[in-house]
């Protein structure tokens, strides 16, 4: 038999065996893949009930809240966010936003404390607050800031947008925080006039309010300095009050500018004024501004302080008007007429005088002229009546650190000098003022005129009383010397430390001489010589 041949029979009995193995290797392949199946399966159900897969962990909490249920408008309180963590399971990645309601917006300087890390955005006097990539574990975080109510007084309601994490994802919103925004109290305070004489007296009012229409102000008070020249007058003070406590103090020294209130407790919607009399010391615009107002009101038994505002008024006072009056000549002809000048002036620079009024009541031997040719430059109605022995002027005006002039023709009835001065001048708003200077008009019926300088000696046959005019340098001088007549011959003589005068008047001519010497200066004398040639000059200055 050779080795490289297998006889057939050889070949079919390897056939077989071959068959019978890999049948055998087939089977025992089917139970071993069967088993590893049954094994597979066995493990997988097991794995189920022992290991389950791994869960998210649960989203962090939030809360919000404010540390009081009311503020003061525009007041700042102290909002705050408390994050949970549910799970225990540290958490990264936290993150929400809360956008402030109208009417809130985080203060100047935001007092900002964060206790949860990350990143957080809250910028001064904007309304956003942001935290990002912040951390907290199972004793949680808490973050605060500082936020001021700049909104109009009720309810303001807040919620925070959802917070998430990292490991959890998005979780919810928080709750809504309530915040009270209380009105602020408010001064209003007036003068009864806006101008007032000096020394007069004026009322000054201070109104308090709570505009609130729910909470009720504790410990209302305000104090009020009044400027130099105005201080507290006679007359007391005054209190009304609609919803208002009784049992205050409201203080307002004599003689002093101090005011006080204190103690006062207003309703909702209630209100109280304060009047007391002020005068004014010196002139000029007084200007006031109150301290401000303050007050306290009640959240859960705490008070907690509340400021409003302070108020301003100014009142003016006025000094009175000034009055001085002129005769236009020294002296006249016993019947003859002299114009009659009053200057009334107003010595506040900033207001007019107004109802201004005063009486001239002539001396004897002085009246309005039968002409009176009368000129009212001060308004109102000035009175002067033909033969009258008084002018009167009656609500006048004179503007703002201005002047004005009335005149009048006045007669001069007897010889001899003639003083006159005013009664007191008088305003509505600017009080009562002195009398006028005192000036003098002389009735004269002799008069010697020089016919080359036209310088005069007047003089009253039957009282002395005399006025030498220069009337080329104006110089003036009065007097009462001896006077006396024999025959046509009417004389005047004046013998003083300052003067020598001598006169001759010849009146069945018309004409006469005189000499006048008088001090020009302490040891200068100065003599004037006068001689009129020319019959009844009539003397007035050219």
Known sequence: MSHSRLSYVERGAFRVIAACLLLAISGAIAMASGSTARRGTKSAHSAGRKRPAAQAPAAPTISKFFSQSKVAQNGTVNMGFSIGDPDGVPLTGLAFSDTLPVGLVIATPNNLTNGCGGSITANP???????????????????FVDVTATGAPGTLMNTTGVISSTESGAGAASNTANL?????PTIV???????????????????????????????VAFTDSLP??????????GASCNGGSTDFTFTAT???????????????SGSCTFSVNVTGTTPGLKANTTGKLTAMFDDGGDLF????????ASITVLLPPTISKAFANAGVTVG??????????NPNPSDALTGVAFTDNFPAGLVVAPTPNASDGCGGTFTAVAAATSVNLAGGTIPAGGSCVISVSVQVTSGGFKSNVTGPITSANGGTGTTSNTTTVGGFDICIKDDATGAMLQWSASTGAYTFTNCRTGFTISGTGTARTIGSTQSLTDIKPDRRISGNFLSNQGTGTAAVTVMVAPGVFQTFSLRQTVPNRTCTCP
């Open 125 to 143: 006097g904007s309304s956003s607050f942001t935290l990002t990539g912040g951390t907290v574990d199972s004793d949680g975080c808490v973050i």
């Open 180 to 184: 009270q925004i209380i009105a602020a």
């Open 189 to 219: 305070k007036s003068f009864s006039a806006s101008t007032m004489p000096l020394n007069g007296t004026a009322i000054l009012t201070f109104t308090v309010t709570n505009p609130d229409t729910t909470t009720t102000l504790q410990e």
């Open 228 to 237: 130099a020249g105005l201080v507290v007058a006679n007359g007391g003070t």
């Open 254 to 268: 004599l003689g002093t500018g101090s005011i006080s209130l204190s103690g006062l407790t207003l309703q909702p």
């Open 305 to 312: 302080p509340v400021s409003g505002n302070t108020a301003s």
């Open 336 to 345: 003859g007429t002299t114009t009659l000048t009053f200057t009334l002036t």
